[in-house]
């Protein structure tokens, strides 16, 4: 138990490493032995518990997904359709945020890296797959318009709250600067809510 302790401990070392490093330089100009000693681990180390460098990045991806807001999303539900929205715009724009350097340079990479392109949009699937199962439940329950798709609502729930976060993080200022940023998330909840909430009675 202690031994799996350890070599669990090492694997973590080795994760936040890598994912230090790729928000540092990228993907593809990340070394494993760069990696290894950032990790404080020798390279016949990572490569014992990872192999190679693209199986290190799956394991970061996955790392990542786990912390990420789609996946803890369901730990602060309160049933009330409205403020579970918000709460979970929250969320997504806290998480692009605090995710973005790493994010950027892999994105970045990904272009000319078909293997890293692959594990990112796997990544993103699996997401946005956790997100549609979300809406999915809220339409069996009566509380999203039936006639919508639970894998569009996922998809456009992601590209309204994280775009707003992108295009601050990319150009240096929010693209509506003037505007509190709470005022403005208010206002994109609505607009989803409004959008998407079943009419109750009547």
């Known amino acids: 138990m202690t031994s799996d302790t350890g070599a669990d401990d090492t694997k973590q070392r080795i994760i936040e490493a890598a994912l230090r490093l790729f928000g540092e330089v990228g993907f593809t100009r990340a070394?494993?032995?760069?990696?290894?000693?950032?990790?404080?681990?020798?390279?016949?180390?990572?490569?014992?518990?990872?192999?190679?460098?693209?199986?290190?990045?799956?394991?970061?991806?996955?790392?990542g997904n786990q912390t990420s807001f789609s996946y803890i999303f369901r730990e602060h539900l309160s049933g009330d359709y409205a403020a579970d929205i918000r709460m979970m715009a929250r969320l997504q724009m806290e998480d692009t945020r605090r995710s973005f350097e790493v994010l950027r340079l892999l994105l970045c990479d990904a272009q000319a890296v078909p293997d890293l392109r692959e594990l990112l949009v796997l990544g993103a699937i699996d997401n946005r797959e956790r997100l549609a199962t979300y809406f999915a439940q809220q339409i069996e329950a009566g509380n999203v318009r039936g006639e919508l798709n639970p894998l569009v609502l996922a998809h456009g729930f992601d590209s309204l709250f994280s775009s707003y976060v992108l295009f601050e993080q990319l150009m240096g200022s929010a693209?509506?600067?003037?505007?509190?940023?709470?005022?403005?998330?208010?206002?994109?909840?609505?607009?989803?809510?409004?959008?998407?909430?079943?009419?109750?009675?009547?």
Do not use: W, Y
């Not at 070394?31 to 970061?60: P, Q």
């Not at 940023?181 to 009675?201: K, R």
């Open 31 to 63: 070394t494993t032995r760069a990696i290894a000693e950032k990790a404080g681990v020798n390279e016949v180390t990572l490569f014992r518990h990872f192999g190679n460098k693209k199986t290190l990045l799956l394991a970061c991806i996955r790392a």
């Open 175 to 202: 693209p509506l600067e003037t505007l509190p940023d709470e005022l403005v998330m208010e206002s994109l909840v609505s607009v989803f809510i409004q959008g998407t909430q079943a009419h109750q009675g009547g």
